[in-house]
Each structure stands twice: as structure tokens, then as C-alpha cells.
Nanobody
Framework: QVQLVESGGGLAQPGGSLRLSCAAS????????MAWYRQAPGKEREFVAS???????NYADSVKGRFTISRDNAKNTVYLQMNSLKPEDTAVYYC??????????????WGQGTQVTVSS
């Protein structure tokens, strides 16, 4: 079992910043990719950003230049620095991790989500 716990969500004003964190724990041998997704009310969950173990990143067009994903492999933790926030960034943000457990089984785990609200 692999658990992901997100933190750092909250209320921000338009143009403001927030930093999300997601720590993975449990039966982990190696985490290959970590990512952030989000789901706004009445919409489907959408990809935000991802990062490989080696540090290669990918972003949704809607957040390029504003959000930065990073990770600390030693801590099995991924971060999402969100700058220049817009009201349309309001959503529940979910962390995802894919990797291999100690018994060499593959996992694809999700966190419980953290609410981000951008409003004046």
C-alpha cells in the first residue's frame, strides 16, 4: 500500500501564490513519475503537471509559465508552486504517484485532494 498526503491548499487572491506538497509513504521501492491533477466543480479531472524521477517536467498549457513542479526523491515528495493564480485555477488538486513497491509490484496511487480557491 502506498499513501499520498497533500497539503498546502487554501484561499488565495488573484495574482497570488500557493505551494502544494504531496508526501508518499508506505511500501515503496522506487517512484518513477509524480504528477498533479485538478478537478473543478462540474468538470472532469484534468492533468496539471508531471515530473519524472530524473526531473523531466511536463505542464498543461493552461499553467505553463505560472506553475512549477519539483520533487525531492529522498523524501518521496512532490511540490507544486503556483504563481499568478487565476480564479479558473480554483479546483481540488490531486497528487498521483506511479512506481514499484518493495515486492516489485507496480502501483498507481492517488491522494485525497486539497482544495485551492482563488477569489478576491
Amino acid at each position: 500500500q502506498v499513501q499520498l498526503v497533500e497539503s498546502g491548499g487554501g484561499l488565495a487572491q488573484p495574482g497570488g501564490s500557493l505551494r502544494l506538497s504531496c508526501a508518499a509513504s508506505g511500501n515503496i521501492f522506487s517512484i518513477s513519475a509524480m504528477a498533479w491533477y485538478r478537478q473543478a466543480p462540474g468538470k472532469e479531472r484534468e492533468f496539471v503537471a508531471s515530473i519524472t524521477r530524473g526531473g523531466s517536467t511536463n505542464y498543461a498549457d493552461s499553467v505553463k509559465g505560472r506553475f512549477t513542479i519539483s520533487r525531492d526523491n529522498a523524501k518521496n515528495t512532490v511540490y507544486l508552486q503556483m504563481n499568478s493564480l487565476k480564479p479558473e485555477d480554483t479546483a481540488v488538486y490531486y497528487c498521483n504517484a506511479q512506481g514499484v513497491g518493495q515486492s516489485l509490484y507496480r502501483f498507481d496511487s492517488w491522494g485525497q485532494g486539497t482544495q485551492v480557491t482563488v477569489s478576491s
